[in-house]
């Protein structure tokens, strides 16, 4: 694991409106892994980043909270852990690096609660999935647990199921309404006018290099828009393919990539990295940036492709159905 321990990935969401504060404590203990540093990525608000070093198998972690907070936890190969982190809990993770569909969090209710159903899919088929995973928010729609369910489960899929989204979103919103809730739920009515056959709406933004983006600069035959963050390697790797694209195609293929890293710095350093040459939005406020609302995007990675009159004719698509779409477009 060496090297790429150095990208595990602690994604922190803000789920709550809670003001108690105090401290969150976190232990970790895992076979088949034994030193490594974990990255603490806050998604919302500042950004903030901690390192937390992982020795002999264990780590030790703890931090001051004013919020509840939904933590994923992203190993080097991507599978994920998610935990709640609240004001003065403390829990424990512990498993097997080899077997980590099988890492246990106790502590508290909530996380119990999360784990059951973690463990409990680890066997079922897709469909089998969907439907216990929209059991679990219909059985606990308070849960800060549901975000991540719902996210994984419903919204990160190809071809969303919408409408199943909205009915789950509403029971949740009507336990324990939230900033974030309320959030999601606007991004969705954003996505809802902004859909394949609808045109793309009036844009206008400042780029990492000064100039202003809009609208009217996407003529090309065909206009592609995607949003990716520097911490994201899916989302890196459609930019790097969308570099390949445009050297054959020119003028031909627009495109406009916004980035939400919190720091535009970090964003500036990738996009020269991996020479994105086209123009690039960072405004540093993350998913609060206006044009990510405008143009109804809500998971990283996503992608809007429209024609030379504006028309949306794809979104959502991803690795070689993204890349043929485009080409066949463009013959």
Known sequence: MKKALAYILFTLIVVSCSTSG???RMKGKFKNFNQGELLVYSLMGKGRIDTIKLTEGRFNYEVPLEDTLLLSVVFPNFSEIPVIASPGATLSMQGDASHLREVQIDGDEQNHLLTEFRLQINEATPPEIEKMAADFITAHPESHGCLYVLNKYFLLKNNAPYAKVYDLLTKMQ?????????QLSSQLSGLKRVNVGDRLPKISAKTISGTTISTADLNGDVNVITIWSSWNYESQGIQRQLHRLKKKYGQRLQLLSICIDGNPADCRQTARRDSLTWPV?????MWETPIVSQLGFFAIPDVIIADRSGRI????LAGAALY???EKKLK
Request: with cysteine; hydrophobic share 35%; net charge neutral.
């Open 22 to 24: 105090g401290t969150f």
């Open 324 to 326: 043929d779409e485009i």
């Open 174 to 182: 009507k336990a324990a309404p939230s900033r974030l809730t309320a």
């Open 281 to 285: 939005v960072c405004d540093g406020q």
């Open 313 to 316: 004719t794809a979104r959502q």
